[in-house]
């Protein structure tokens, strides 16, 4: 049973557009939602945060969405460049910093 | 970057036999987790330790064991490996100093295979 979901299995962009990926989550418990960017052969990186009590957070080009009575959360990146090319993870937390992670979105931004 | 190494990067190895992966952390960070990413499935959390020699179960923990005797190392082991542990491994750790939501951050992982 998929707790978290990420239905795009891709995304293509033009650098300079802005890029949207999407999350979903059926557990109304989850209190914290993280998004992650990964590299091939690296590590997942984190990017950026939201708690369930907010509905938006900011940190430079990147914006983090969330629509609780929807369960669902979006990541904004304005404007989009080569570098952000990588696969996104979307994950959420249910307590004790166990994460769920769902299963990816790789971007591609091309010049 | 976060001061985790991972021992191998790379392994191959036969069916039935028992594998050792290493996780070593520089950050004095009390949660460390260990991790299996497959295709289609994203992340999924095998074990995961609370401080030293205090672990329990993940999602995914049947066919592995831990074990955590210092802060700094935590160990993750496949008693008898089968083919469908063949995956890339990741540990990562957090400081939950910083309250609920820290962020974990993660090794560069093991590609592990059996043969």
């Known amino acids: 049973d998929q707790q978290v979901k990420q239905n795009s299995p891709s995304l293509s962009v033009q650098e300079g557009r802005i890029s949207i990926l999407n999350c979903d989550y059926t557990n109304s418990m989850f209190d914290y939602f993280l998004w992650y960017k990964k590299y091939p052969a690296e590590g997942p990186t984190f990017l950026i945060s939201i708690s369930s009590i907010k509905d938006k957070n900011e940190d430079g080009r990147f914006t983090v969405f969330l629509n609780k009575s929807a369960k669902h959360l979006s990541l904004h990146i304005v404007p989009s460049q080569p570098g952000d090319s990588a696969v996104y993870f979307c994950a959420a937390s249910g307590g004790f910093q166990k994460l769920v992670f769902g299963t990816g979105t790789r971007l591609l931004v091309s010049p | ?115």
């Open chain 2, 1 to 115: 970057d976060a001061g985790i190494t991972q021992s191998p990067r790379h392994k191959v190895t036969e069916t039935g036999t028992p594998v050792t992966l290493r996780c070593h952390q520089t950050e004095n960070h009390r949660y460390m987790y260990w991790y299996r990413q497959d295709p289609g499935h994203g992340l999924r959390l095998i074990h995961y330790s609370y401080g030293v020699k205090d672990t329990d179960k993940g999602e995914v923990s049947d066919g592995y064991s831990v074990s955590r005797s210092k802060t700094e190392d935590f160990l993750l082991t496949l008693e008898s490996a089968t083919s469908s542990q063949t995956s890339v491994y990741f540990c990562a750790i957090s400081d939950q100093t910083g309250g609920a939501g820290q962020p974990q951050h993660f090794g560069d992982g093991t590609r592990l295979s059996i043969l």
